[in-house]
């Protein structure tokens, strides 16, 4: 089978197509065929060993010294089931399912356990928009409802409003019944406020902590909010929370403890089956859209890397196998 492999950190250049073993299901996996997947923020970081602040050693060590311990990237994906173990019954063959794979889904097949982080893909939905849901709905989802504790009524303010995880922050946090102001670039306002946002910012144009208004969550998803700004605009009882954090935000949280100032609350979100199966019942109400930035043929993946690591994709970005099946609104 084809597949995206990366032998070596480095830039987008060290990616490259071959042709790898295809994988059989243990009796507890199924196989699946891959029609689309995301090239996450994650990916991109693996490849280029580019792990944040005090990551840079444990990544390292986790990940691979010198290259990746597994060369196959891939996080997330959307297919059908081609084979299943002999102790399987949660999914037939032939069924579409999306989810996360943890890795190795840069290729046309992936094995994955039947009982972990997977769900039936709702018809109606491409398998592209499937995709796209998977990584950046789970870590909002969690992010908002685990470690911001977000209530109806709340005032909260998504940093990245556009962006992999940001796109699908606002459309649930209007879901919990917050009040949501979303920061964007110019090019991307008119997406936010489709997406549902009462309010939008322009972050070229304003700077989003001078506005004066309080807030009882500021919500980062890209890194660009530090909590030294975060805090003018946060209630006294409330939370920051970035996805992304180093030292530094170790450091202000305690300090934030002891002073009794707003909250940091610094957290990693999982991967669970209860949340996947949790966006796919929003996505087949149609509470819940995938956002797609843009698609690459797996052949042209580095392009798609690229794209990632500007940081200005709006929604997913996704590379497509060439013999994918057709979408359903083809």
Same mark, same amino acid.
């Given at each position: 089978?084809?597949?995206?492999?990366?032998? $070596?950190?480095?830039?987008?250049?060290?990616?490259?197509?071959?042709?790898?073993?295809?994988?059989?299901?243990?009796?507890?996996?199924?196989?699946?065929?891959?029609?689309?997947? #995301?090239?996450? +923020?994650?990916?991109?970081?693996?490849?280029?060993?580019?792990? #944040?602040?005090?990551?840079?050693?444990?990544?390292?060590?986790?990940?691979?010294?010198?290259?990746?311990?597994?060369?196959?990237?891939?996080?997330?994906?959307? /297919?059908?089931?081609?084979?299943?173990?002999?102790?399987?019954?949660?999914?037939?063959?032939?069924? #579409?399912?999306?989810?996360?794979?943890?890795?190795?889904?840069?290729?046309?097949?992936?094995?994955?356990?039947?009982? /972990?982080?997977?769900?039936?893909?709702?018809?109606?939905?491409?398998?592209?928009?499937?995709?796209?849901?998977?990584?950046?709905?789970?870590?909002?989802?969690?992010?908002?409802? %685990?470690?911001?504790?977000?209530?109806?009524?709340?005032?909260?303010?998504?940093?990245?409003?556009?962006?992999?995880?940001?796109?699908?922050?606002?459309?649930?946090?209007?879901?919990?019944?917050?009040?949501?102001? /979303?920061?964007?670039?110019?090019?991307?306002?008119?997406?936010?406020?489709?997406?549902?946002?009462?309010?939008?910012? %322009?972050? !070229?144009?304003?700077?989003?902590?001078?506005?004066?208004?309080?807030?009882?969550?500021?919500?980062?998803?890209?890194?660009?909010?530090?909590?030294?700004?975060?805090?003018?605009?946060?209630?006294?009882?409330?939370?920051?929370? #970035?996805?992304?954090?180093?030292?530094?935000?170790?450091?202000?949280?305690?300090?934030?403890?002891? +002073?009794?100032?707003?909250?940091?609350?610094?957290?990693? $979100?999982?991967?669970?089956?209860?949340?996947?199966?949790?966006?796919?019942?929003?996505? *087949?109400?149609?509470?819940?859209?995938?956002?797609?930035?843009? +698609?690459?043929?797996?052949?042209?993946?580095?392009?798609?890397?690229?794209?990632? *690591?500007? !940081?200005?994709?709006?929604?997913?970005?996704?590379? +497509?196998? *060439?013999?994918?099946?057709?979408?359903?609104?083809?």
């Amino acid at each position: 089978m084809r597949a995206a492999i990366t032998d $070596s950190y480095g830039d987008a250049d060290v990616l490259s197509i071959a042709e790898i073993d295809r994988p059989e299901p243990g009796d507890d996996e199924i196989l699946v065929k891959v029609f689309a997947a #995301p090239v996450t +923020t994650a990916d991109w970081r693996l490849r280029a060993a580019a792990f #944040p602040g005090i990551m840079a050693l444990p990544g390292r060590l986790m990940m691979g010294l010198t290259r990746p311990k597994n060369p196959v990237l891939g996080l997330a994906f959307a /297919g059908r089931v081609v084979a299943r173990g002999s102790d399987v019954s949660r999914f037939r063959l032939g069924d #579409p399912v999306f989810g996360f794979s943890g890795a190795g889904a840069h290729a046309e097949y992936l094995t994955v356990k039947a009982d /972990g982080p997977v769900a039936l893909k709702p018809k109606a939905i491409t398998y592209e928009k499937a995709a796209a849901v998977p990584f950046g709905g789970v870590s909002a989802l969690v992010f908002l409802r %685990d470690f911001a504790g977000v209530k109806p009524g709340q005032k909260l303010l998504i940093n990245g409003a556009s962006g992999g995880v940001g796109a699908y922050a606002v459309q649930l946090a209007k879901i919990m019944g917050a009040e949501v102001t /979303g920061v964007a670039g110019t090019d991307n306002l008119d997406l936010v406020r489709a997406l549902g946002a009462d309010r939008v910012i %322009d972050y !070229r144009k304003q700077d989003v902590s001078a506005s004066g208004d309080l807030y009882d969550v500021v919500l980062d998803t890209v890194g660009k909010l530090p909590y030294t700004k975060a805090r003018r605009i946060l209630k006294k009882t409330g939370r920051y929370v #970035p996805l992304e954090f180093a030292g530094r935000e170790i450091l202000q949280a305690l300090l934030a403890g002891l +002073t009794g100032g707003p909250k940091i609350v610094l957290a990693v $979100s999982g991967d669970k089956r209860e949340d996947i199966e949790h966006l796919a019942r929003l996505l *087949e109400t149609g509470e819940l859209r995938g956002i797609v930035d843009s +698609t690459y043929p797996l052949a042209d993946i580095a392009a798609a890397h690229r794209r990632v *690591e500007t !940081r200005h994709a709006k929604g997913a970005v996704i590379v +497509t196998m *060439e013999d994918r099946e057709p979408s359903p609104d083809q």
